[in-house]
């Protein structure tokens, strides 16, 4: 049997944001670019199809205030001159993208705090996906959908070719340069397992299932010089009963802050109001994680009902505490002890959970900072919560051409890299909503450019 | 009906769709969903799709997420249940109709030649029949109407601001506009050929409406019989909307059949099919008869298109023509909800 052999100049590995970006870009360059895209057609996109707004530098949004954003919430595990070649470059973006495609619409229902920082997507970022898609047609760029790269010709930083299972049949792919924008392991439990033991048995993967982190392995057993954390993620608390796998957003619950929250044990472990909530959320995903048996559950009452957006998941009701507890599996004795703390340490104060309000607790560990009201209200209500793991940081490093670099120090002659696989440059441990996508679409066209250059 | 509160509980926790048209704002303001609530919802929706090429959770992802599909489903069965006394008719009753009308007026209808329309068929049965017809519609229409309205709750109160607002969108089909780049119909690629031909059918339908009234009132209070001179006002409103009637049907037919076939209702296919066919029918059937009135095809050309015409005003309460008049009233109630939400909005700030 003859394997089929592809040849082109740039080979684009992945198919979401970042390489879309990169092929586009390389495509423009004169480049002629083949895209190898994991996902069936039907799930194209990566964990971009789940994303709906990208973080962007704007007159009323400068750098300076940016910078100062992701400089919090890395504390400092960042490199800034990267960083800040993806904040300037961001406001100039999305000129690029409207002009392939993409469409902005004012900030979504309760989600008006983000209106400022971040450019949404008319109907979110499969409808990108999609626009960029349709680009890439027209501009006869060429994409296999249920291609996963499984081997690689790269030596010493000279990248030759690779070996993709299209449909299941190997395919030879020739290129004279390759964008490697395939996103990170998120999606492999074993390798999740290797970083946080058997805890991830319990994580939900918000995300795409084919993020398997095989490119990524492939790239770092080559020689590519490794940088972030392997146990450092995007992760956020997600309803328990979500599906493993693809959940997205519907699965998220923004009513933490609003009531409590308790572990197996029936215990609080942290202060729910520490900060507002765009700011915390990306913290608790890891503190359930960091809970026995991962699990944790949210407990409010039917005060604030109405003050956040609803989850797809019905809430557990019942009209005392002691119900709640046993309907949630959880000591009645030990609920109602918490609640009853918790009452008697709130301060009176004028609730408002919009700002940092004055309603906090006194003598309680741990307090409650901000929005801490009695919780007396029946019907009470409570919420499941697991880790959901959005994207993982570890990554390939990259210099300022999205140049992937090798161990002994030096940029491999015609690798780059895009998206995911190169985020942990940036982002060595915290979150900013939507800065994801910013990285992906200002590291995805400089890939492709400098790919494109390669290849000549 | 299941199915629709499901749905629109993932949209309603979701809401990437909400600059897309008027139903995302709408389930927005509700936390649960009523009968009432998705047969308004079903009808505001103008089924562009859009949502659903968007949408992270389309099938095959295990929420199948398929809004367009699902909307349309119950919005059929929102027209059984408002329509009085109940009946949608399919293709098979239309043809049924227009067969028979055709026959009975082919039979019925002497052989003439020459322009007069009259001498073939008598003033007093056309006026009669297509009258009595007429009133019949208009009755049926507003029981339907009522229905519809009775649901809502709330009832705020109509203003002319909010009539115009709402009969904007009617008149443009601003939904299908999609902030400009038309609507996914029938691929996912945004294109403004949907609207544009249903333009063509709605005015085209109005000029012919125009053209009829236009000659009533001629008749009735200036004494000028038919029929009229090509360049009288009649007969060109009744020519250009001819064309219309000719151009939209087949446009919308054609990008019918290319449909996305995930997202269709096969179930409404001929209800679909028979207000194209009568439309398209009406539409050349009256221009073959202005073209060829002077010569000895007009009496049998008339009674077919008279034939046409009473086929398609008997189904114009039992068929697809009612998502005319339920879509109409759910645009009118969306701009009430909106405006009375803004002025809570505006209240509450102060």
């Known amino acids: ?456 | 009906m299941r199915e629709g509160e499901r749905l629109m509980t993932i949209c309603n926790s979701c809401r990437y769709c909400e600059g897309f048209c008027a139903v995302f704002p709408a389930m927005e303001r509700r936390l649960r969903f009523s009968e009432s609530d998705l047969n308004y919802l079903a009808n505001l929706c103008h089924n562009c799709s859009e949502c659903f090429y968007a949408c992270q959770y389309a099938p095959p992802h295990e929420f199948a997420v398929n809004v367009p599909k699902v909307l349309a489903e119950i919005r059929v069965q929102s027209y059984r249940k408002y329509s009085w006394p109940g009946i949608i008719c399919s293709a098979w009753l239309v043809t049924a109709l227009g067969i028979v009308f055709t026959a009975l007026a082919l039979a019925f209808t002497p052989r003439t030649s020459g322009g007069d329309f009259y001498a073939a068929i008598s003033h007093g049965a056309m006026v009669g029949f297509f009258g009595a017809l007429g009133v019949l519609v208009l009755a049926f229409w507003c029981i339907a109407l009522v229905r519809f309205w009775k649901e809502d709750q709330s009832r705020p109160a109509l203003t002319v601001h909010a009539f115009l607002d709402a009969l904007k969108a009617i008149l443009t089909l601003s939904n299908l506009s999609s902030h400009g780049a038309g609507c996914t119909y029938p691929d996912e690629r945004h294109s403004q050929a949907r609207r544009v031909f249903h333009h063509f059918t709605f005015y085209g339908f109005l000029l012919c409406f125009a053209s009829t009234s236009v000659a009533a009132i001629y008749d009735n209070f200036f004494g000028w019989r038919a029929p009229y001179a090509y360049l009288s006002v009649p007969v060109l409103l009744g020519a250009l909307g001819g064309i219309g009637l000719i151009i939209g049907p087949l446009g919308l037919l054609a990008l019918k059949m290319r449909r996305d076939p995930r997202i269709v209702d096969a179930r409404q296919d001929g209800m679909d099919l028979s207000l194209i066919g009568l439309l398209l029918a009406s539409g050349v059937t009256g221009l073959a008869l202005m073209l060829l009135r002077g010569t000895a095809a007009m009496s049998p050309l008339l009674a077919i298109h008279l034939a046409v015409v009473a086929a398609l005003f008997v189904t114009l309460p039992f068929g697809k023509f009612v998502h005319g008049i339920y879509r109409s009233a759910a645009l009118l109630r969306n701009v009430l909800e909106q405006r009375h939400r803004d002025q809570g909005q505006h209240r509450g700030e102060r």
């Open chain 1, 1 to 456: 049997m003859t394997e089929k052999t592809l040849s082109c100049d740039v080979l684009v590995i992945g198919g979401g944001n970042a390489a879309l970006c990169a092929a586009l870009s390389a495509n423009e360059c004169g480049a002629r670019v083949l895209v190898v895209e994991a996902a069936p057609v039907d799930f194209r996109g990566g964990n971009s199809r789940h994303t709906r707004n990208m973080r962007c530098m704007t007159d009323s949004y400068g750098e300076e205030e940016y910078w100062t954003d992701l400089l919090r919430v890395t504390g400092g595990h960042t490199d800034e001159h990267l960083a800040r070649m993806a904040i300037r470059s961001s406001s100039e973006s999305t000129v690029w993208m409207k002009g392939h495609g993409a469409r902005f619409q004012p900030a979504l229902g309760g989600t008006l705090h983000l209106g400022r920082t971040n450019a949404f997507f008319l109907g979110g970022g499969k409808a990108l996906m999609n626009a960029y898609y349709q680009a890439a047609c027209k501009q006869g760029i060429r994409i296999l959908y249920n291609a996963e790269v499984v081997a690689m010709k790269l030596e010493g930083g000279a990248f030759e070719g690779a070996t993709a299972l299209v449909d299941g049949d190997p395919v030879q792919l020739r290129a004279k340069a390759a964008v490697f924008a395939a996103g990170g392991f998120e999606a492999n439990l074993q390798w999740l397992k290797e970083a946080w033991g058997e805890a991830a048995e319990n994580f939900l993967i918000r995300g795409t299932p084919f993020n398997k982190g095989r490119v990524l392995k492939l790239l770092l057993d080559a020689g590519a010089e490794p940088v972030g954390d392997p146990k450092q993620c995007h992760a956020v608390a997600i309803d328990a009963r979500a599906p493993k796998f693809d959940g997205g957003i519907v699965t998220r619950l923004d009513c933490l802050p609003l009531g409590i929250v308790v572990n197996r044990e029936g215990v609080r472990f942290y202060d729910e109001g520490e900060d507002l909530w765009p700011k915390r959320y990306a913290i608790w995903g890891r503190l359930v994680a960091e809970q026995p048996g991962q699990i944790a559950w949210s407990i409010i009452d039917s005060k604030v009902v109405g003050r956040f957006i609803p989850s797809v998941f019905p809430a557990v009701r019942a009209d005392s505490i002691r119900e709640l507890a046993i309907a949630l599996g959880l000591s009645g004795d030990a609920v109602e002890a918490t609640i009853r703390r918790f009452n008697e340490s709130v301060r009176p104060g004028r609730f408002d959970h919009n700002v940092l309000d004055d309603c906090r607790t006194e003598g309680l560990t741990p307090p409650k900072s901000h929005w801490a009201q009695a919780i007396d209200t029946p019907p009470f209500l409570a919420y499941p919560l697991r880790p959901g793991i959005t994207f993982t940081y570890l990554s390939v490093k990259v210099n300022e051409s999205a140049n992937i670099v090798m161990r002994n120090g030096t940029p491999g002659r015609n690798i780059f890299a895009a998206g995911e696989l190169m985020a942990g440059n940036i982002l060595g441990q915290g979150y900013l909503a939507g800065f994801g996508m910013t990285i992906g679409t200002v590291f995805g066209r400089i890939a492709g450019r400098q790919a494109a250059l390669a290849a000549k």
